[in-house]
């Protein structure tokens, strides 16, 4: 594996320790914890491109077309993301 060209050997050592100390099930808490901050993130560049006032269906559907692509959205929801935006 490569060495990240932004942590020292000696962080990067201490973050692996820390991860093979966490049990299974704090391991996939930081999992969810990382998706919720991902999944906050791309909801306020949502709202901030389309403005505070979209509805809940919208954001969503905004949302879904970020991970599920183009021709997902089309066949599940007849939701073109590249006419509708992202």
């Known amino acids: ?3 990240p060209i932004d942590t ?5 050592r201490m973050l692996i320790e820390g991860y093979r ?3 299974p099930a704090e391991k996939l808490r930081r999992v ?3 998706n919720q901050a991902a999944l906050q993130m791309a ?4 709202q901030a491109r389309y ?5 809940e269906e919208e954001l969503r559907m905004r949302l879904a077309a970020l991970w599920l692509g183009r021709e997902l959205m089309i066949a599940a929801f ?3 993301p590249e006419r509708e935006g992202y």
């Not at 020292?8 to 990067?12: G, V, Y």
């Not at 909801?43 to 949502?46: E, Y």
């Open 21 to 23: 100390r966490m049990s």
């Open 8 to 12: 020292s050997p000696d962080a990067e």
């Open 51 to 55: 403005g505070p006032d979209l509805s």
């Open 32 to 34: 969810v914890d990382l």
């Open 78 to 80: 007849g939701w073109d």
């Open 43 to 46: 909801r306020a560049r949502i």
């Open 1 to 3: 594996m490569k060495q």
